[in-house]
């Protein structure tokens, strides 16, 4: 039976992680993020799960690389600073290929910058916050509702291609609280990641089936293999191989880019005759909603692409927008970083507008209706 | 469109008036046919004393953007808050200020009612910490009167919120609330 519930996005996001079968977080608390841990610390001892408030943010993403190591579906969550903190370990999770999911619950920065205003300024971090070549999956939820749903896709995701997966929410979608509907458990898709189908004594750790990924035995199941952040070779060792080691970076990024068509989600309103798109994503969306009803009743033809995975971006899509409209408009809580993206991807085909607002508060629907009126 | 309600609730930090703004949410989204909600908030780094504020969005519709432009209803119980927060107050909406706590009540083209909410709390309950019941009170008597949520979904969404043990002590200063409200509300259509 579906349940509807008046939840805060922060909860849904612990929710989702549990209804996802997330058994074990690891974190340390910040504002804007912290329901989140507050929820999995009442809930997880109930589900038989171990909740681990550790040290600091980095030992928090630490512990959740070990359960998931150990078996568990593992979950972390912060904001911009601690988001910074974890990213060593961010790195060493895409390198060793070890699921978690971790979620960065966005507040304005650098550094401790304003712990309770929104911002959207760590969607470049996400995908270039560690180093070296990775191929990033982030969901930009920008609902109560989806809130839980991309989580759970978050877990499905971090499960199926063996690495992490973020949710990047902000300060608004996190404290919102708004209606939500839980879906009954029976009729959720769960994935669960590929455990190995040979003997033990066959076990060749890294080797990747046809999809890119290898199985996963968990700690203590009598597989051995050898866990490393440096660029190993199919056993988990380190090599210094050119050719293993191209097979290795190259397979990190193309189990996931291969499939990125599978990954990608997007969400359009009023786009079949518009001459003017908003593209924007999280809690500038609702913002750009209202702004378009509002001119769609007034008669300007304006719509809007809001994408949900902004990692993989939806390259396709804007490519194809781009060739149809007069204008792209991106609004976005940080100085422009998706915009980068779609000027890219648009390249001239049509013009894209970039808007920013910095200033710790999310934008007006009025103040989108003048970007879209000054082009109407 | 026409259909959307902004309601906030404003004052210091631990007054409540997030709790308040969550139990409106909860009392329409949970409690009403048909009435969607939506529950925000804002507030500085301090724990205490620092200007806070609430809303909640009703629409029949579902909500897009999740704050108030110009609030239909604004309970305000703190001077600094009604400083900060009255100016963008829609055109004959209904404004409640605390006659304690807001010293310099301003002109509006609002119905302004100037309402003994904390002394209320303090005098006739005894504990000011129920002050954000007695506010929910005279908000239940405006959602009434404009038939958007009737006093018994809010006095439910309340019971289902407090801590075990003090159901009576916030349920007195929730009818304290409304019972004052309606007093005024009547006084003034005479």
């Known amino acids: 039976m579906s349940q509807i519930k008046f939840w805060q996005g922060n909860k849904a996001v612990a929710m989702g992680a549990l209804a996802a079968g997330c058994r074990f977080f690891g974190g340390y608390p910040i504002t804007p993020s912290t329901e989140i841990m507050e929820v999995m610390s009442e809930k997880l001892p109930e589900l038989g799960g171990k909740f ?121 979608i996190g404290h919102m609280r708004e209606k939500i509907v839980i879906p009954d458990s029976e009729t959720l898709e769960i994935i669960d990641r590929k455990k190995p189908k040979v003997s033990p004594a066959d076990f060749i750790p890294y080797k990747a089936d046809d999809d890119g990924v290898p199985p996963m035995a968990a700690f203590g199941d009598g597989y051995r293999w050898h866990v490393t952040g440096l660029t190993s070779d199919d056993w988990g060792f380190p090599t210094n191989k050119t050719e293993e080691i191209e097979k290795k970076a190259n397979r990190i990024i193309s189990k996931v880019e291969r499939f990125r068509e599978d990954i990608i989600e997007y969400k359009e309103d009023f786009m079949e005759d518009a001459e003017i798109v908003v593209v924007s994503y999280g809690s500038v969306s609702r913002s750009a909603l209202r702004a378009i009803r509002v001119l769609r009743e007034q008669g300007v033809k304006v719509g809007h692409f809001r994408p949900i995975t902004l990692w993989p971006f939806p390259e396709r899509q804007i490519a194809e927008i781009s060739k149809k409209v007069k204008h792209i408009i991106v609004p976005e809580l940080n100085a422009g970083q998706i915009v980068l993206e779609v000027e890219r991807i648009a390249c001239g085909k049509c013009e894209v507008h970039r808007k920013s607002l910095i200033n710790g508060e999310l934008y007006k629907p009025e103040e989108i209706m003048t970007f879209i009126k000054e082009l109407a | 469109m026409s259909d959307r309600f902004e309601i906030r609730i404003a004052g210091t930090g631990g007054q409540g008036v997030i709790l308040a703004a969550v139990i409106l949410g909860e009392g329409a989204a949970l409690y009403t046919k048909g009435l969607h909600a939506v529950q925000t908030q804002s507030y500085g780094p301090e724990a205490r004393g620092g200007a806070s504020k609430s809303e909640v969005i009703y629409d029949r519709e579902e909500i897009d953007y999740p704050k108030a432009t110009h609030p239909d209803l604004q309970i305000i119980l703190a001077q600094k808050a009604c400083d900060t927060y009255i100016h963008d107050t829609a055109k004959g909406a209904t404004v409640i200020l605390d006659d304690f706590y807001v010293t310099n009540p301003p002109k509006l083209n609002a119905e302004v009612y100037l309402l003994p909410i904390v002394r209320t709390a303090r005098e006739k309950i005894g504990k000011e910490i129920v002050v954000n019941m007695v506010a929910l009170g005279a908000a239940a008597k405006v959602l009434e009167s404009k038939e958007l949520v009737n006093p018994e979904s809010v006095k439910k969404a309340i019971l289902a919120r407090v801590p075990k043990g003090t159901e009576a002590l916030n349920e007195k200063a929730f009818k304290e609330g409304y019972k004052m409200m309606s007093e005024e509300m009547a006084c003034r259509s005479k």
């Open chain 1, 52 to 172: 681990m408030q550790m040290e600091d943010e980095i030992a928090g993403i630490a512990a959740g690389i070990g359960a998931s190591i150990a078996g568990e579906k593992a979950m972390t969550a912060s904001s911009g600073p601690g988001i910074s903190l974890k990213q060593e370990l961010l790195g060493y999770a895409y390198m060793a290929e070890i699921p978690i999911v971790v979620v960065n619950v966005q507040r304005g920065g650098p550094s401790t910058g304003l712990p309770t205003k929104v911002s959207q300024a760590d969607v470049m971090q996400a995908k270039w916050g560690t180093h070296g070549d990775h191929a990033t999956i982030a969901y930009a939820p920008s609902s109560v509702q989806e809130c839980y749903t991309t989580t759970i896709k978050s877990f499905n995701m971090a499960e199926r291609f063996r690495q992490p997966v973020l949710v990047l929410s902000d300060e608004i």
